[in-house]
């Protein structure tokens, strides 16, 4: 199995002037912005939220990291809530699976990720954030819209369900491409659910924010499970809705304050862009919280998003999933769906 599938890591530098590759999902929400006669001034709006928000988020707890800093940085150190003090920035990560199983088809782009760097503008320092963000799979699309159309579902859904792209997903963890970038786990965040009731916990967190719990594992957190991840709900401070933080590890002390800062401030401002209703209502969420779409109460934020594309074009990109990976490399496929090698959380 291990020559049959490797993996190959690109980047590519997601500002202003980005435009998608022809193998990127065009409804992941970064190449969804980047398209379009409005496409650079999305991008230009769209990082200047990510930076607004991130000095915001960072202002707390900045004058710890300032006082740990006085010593060697005494004349650059910047007093807590300078608004221009960090900058984010942000790389594409794409995997490539690469087969050796006889097909036509060899290779196929199995995820994309953004990767955060925060710049502390003021030292010149440069710190790695979290991978994850904006997590993008062709084969979730096949999956979704293409599979669980099919299904049965009033007998429930099939125990297996997701378990070949968890499968991929935890092999892509394990590989050589991904340690040789990489030591620490990615983090996925998504907006939450408005099929669920989220009530807020006694948890609080400078950064993450007040934790909520939901009512009951969800589809959603079930195919994030075949990925080993769990799930935990935080609404940062100054935020309007929780956010869902998906895991390997243990979100609050595998990370730094400023590497939540910089996934919350990426994942955040893009669900303000696709579900401003939720995440940039003009009110926040009470203790007791069930999301709609339906609001009427919220800001318009200044960025080009076509949603309803989005929508209709996840049946397309299952389809293509099934013409290019699923059905010439079905064998090996099923083979790594049954191996019991790499478990699952």
């Known amino acids: 199995m291990a020559n049959d599938l490797t993996f190959r890591i690109t980047r590519t ?3 202003e002037d980005y435009s998608p590759a022809d193998s990127s999902r065009l409804t992941t929400n970064f190449a969804n912005l980047a398209r379009g006669e409005h496409r650079q001034q999305n991008l230009r709006n769209a990082l200047g939220m990510i930076d607004e928000r991130a000095n915001d988020l960072a202002a707390p707890s900045a ?16 007093p807590a809530g300078d608004s221009r003090r960090y900058a984010v920035e942000l790389d594409i990560v794409s995997v490539t699976a690469e087969f050796d199983d006889g097909a036509t088809d060899v290779a196929f782009p ?5 990767d955060v760097t925060i710049v502390d503008q003021h030292t010149g320092e440069r710190h790695h954030g979290i991978l994850g963000n904006n997590f993008s799979s062709y084969l979730r699309d096949y999956d979704f819209s293409v599979l669980l159309p099919t299904l049965d579902r009033s007998a429930g859904i099939p125990a297996d369900f997701g378990l070949l792209h968890g499968r991929l997903f935890q092999r892509f963890l394990e590989s050589d491409a991904f340690r040789s970038e990489f030591d620490q786990e990615p983090v996925v965040c998504i907006s939450v659910s408005t099929s669920q009731t989220y009530r807020q916990t006694a948890t609080v967190h400078p950064v993450l924010g007040a934790e909520y719990a939901h009512e009951h594992a969800s589809l959603t957190d079930d195919y994030f499970g075949r990925m080993g991840m769990q799930v935990r709900y935080f609404m940062p401070p100054g935020g309007k809705a929780p956010l869902a933080f998906y895991t390997r590890g243990d979100l609050l002390h595998d990370y730094s304050d400023l590497q939540l800062v910089g996934t919350i401030a990426t994942m955040e401002t893009f669900q303000k ?4 209703e939720i995440y940039n209502a003009d009110v926040v969420a009470p203790a007791t919280y069930r999301p709609t779409l339906e609001h009427t109460d919220f800001t318009v934020p200044p960025v080009t998003y076509d949603r ?3 929508s209709r074009l996840g049946v397309t990109q299952g389809r293509w999933t099934e013409e290019h990976l699923v059905k010439p490399h079905r064998a090996l496929l099923a083979r790594l769906a049954a191996d019991t090698a790499v478990p699952t959380r």
């Open 13 to 15: 530098r997601f500002d």
């Open 110 to 114: 199995l995820l994309e990720m953004l």
């Open 308 to 310: 309803e594309e989005r």
């Open 63 to 78: 004058s710890a990291a300032a006082a740990a800093t006085s010593a060697s940085h005494a004349s650059s150190a910047s």
């Open 273 to 276: 862009i696709y579900r401003p």
